[in-house]
């Protein structure tokens, strides 16, 4: 089965610096990965997804970066506002299978 | 459009019992997974369904089962509570179903067992 994780349980950064949260997977044959944001009391929220025949993606503020050698994709976040302060986890998914989520790095953002 | 709504919010139930969650998708998406979220253990699947039929399950006990309408509305049922079952319920809809197009979450129902 899959097995997602992230490297760090919480990171700080300061308000307008960029922030990487990493993520790590277990499955070479994993197809598919999103990254959430979740605030606390609210249910996770879409950020931006990749499919395994990609390397990069841009959004609004938001690249991942996926690594299919070392297993390995990562979030970053340009310009870091207090309101990205928030849990972020990865999801990892296997052609007929579910998903797996990591257990998620705590981001705080110091003004 | 509308998000993924889940009621109720929030459930306080004793053990022995029964409770029964709903989620109402956004529309046009046919497929429901509902998912588990402790502390401990993050987030973990129950099962998904798609077009009223269940399409794939997850590594809990029969205690907890689910049902999907003809309107992609979904109910989630846990039986015979355990302490254990405190947890964030929460339910996603996707378009094209797990795999194939994002899970967009709805806010969760968040059991309590005493």
């Known amino acids: 089965g899959e097995s997602v994780g992230l490297h760090l349980p919480t990171l700080s950064v300061q308000e307008g610096d960029n922030s990487i949260i990493n993520c790590a997977y277990s499955?070479?044959?994993?197809?598919?990965f999103i990254w959430y944001k979740q605030e606390s009391g609210k249910g996770p929220q879409f950020i931006i997804d990749i499919r395994s025949n990609m390397d990069k993606r841009q959004g609004q503020r938001v690249t991942v970066l996926l690594n299919k050698t070392v297993k390995h994709l990562s979030l970053q976040i340009a310009a870091t506002q207090p309101g990205d302060s928030a849990v972020y986890f990865c999801?990892?998914?296997?052609?007929?299978?579910?998903?797996?989520f990591g257990t998620g790095t705590s981001l705080t953002v110091i003004p | 459009k509308a998000g993924v709504t889940q009621t109720p919010r929030y459930l306080i139930k004793t053990r022995g019992q029964q409770v029964t969650l709903s989620c109402s998708p956004i529309?046009?998406?046919?497929?429901v997974s509902w998912y588990q979220q402790t502390p401990g253990q993050g987030l973990q699947f129950l099962f998904e369904?798609?077009?009223?039929?269940?399409?794939n399950k997850g590594n809990f006990p029969g205690r907890f089962s689910g049902r999907q309408f003809s309107n992609s509305r979904s109910e989630m049922n846990v039986s015979t509570l355990e302490l254990g079952d405190s947890a964030l319920y929460l339910c996603?809809?996707?378009?094209?179903?797990?795999?194939?197009?994002?899970?967009?979450f709805g806010n969760g129902t968040r059991l309590t067992v005493t």
């Open positions: 369904y798609f077009s009223e039929t269940q399409r």
């Open positions: 999801a990892g998914h296997e052609e007929g299978n579910q998903f797996y």
């Open positions: 529309s046009g998406h046919r497929s």
């Open positions: 499955n070479s044959a994993s197809d598919y």
């Open positions: 996603a809809s996707s378009l094209q179903g797990i795999g194939n197009s994002p899970l967009h």
